[in-house]
């Protein structure tokens, strides 16, 4: 069987942050503790999708 969701503690994403290239450090962040789904809401997202003055973003 396989998991579809399965909760990352904190400390395993730090670790692989630490080891991960640019591109994945914010793939692993927005996912982990952005809350998007990966790869469908990471990667679809855009530039003008973010809101630089109420520091938020929206698809």
Same mark, same amino acid.
């Given at each position: 069987?396989?998991?579809?969701?399965?909760?990352?503690?904190?400390?395993?994403? /730090?670790?692989?942050?630490?080891?991960?290239?640019?591109?994945?450090?914010?793939?692993? &962040?927005?996912?982990?503790? &952005?809350?998007?789904?990966?790869?469908?809401?990471?990667?679809?997202?855009?530039?003008? /999708?973010?809101?630089?003055? +109420? +520091?938020?973003?929206?698809?």
């Amino acid at each position: 069987t396989v998991k579809v969701n399965e909760f990352v503690p904190r400390e395993v994403v /730090d670790k692989l942050m630490k080891k991960a290239n640019l591109v994945w450090q914010v793939i692993l &962040g927005l996912s982990r503790y &952005g809350g998007l789904r990966t790869p469908s809401e990471t990667l679809s997202l855009r530039w003008e /999708d973010i809101d630089w003055e +109420m +520091m938020s973003w929206h698809s």
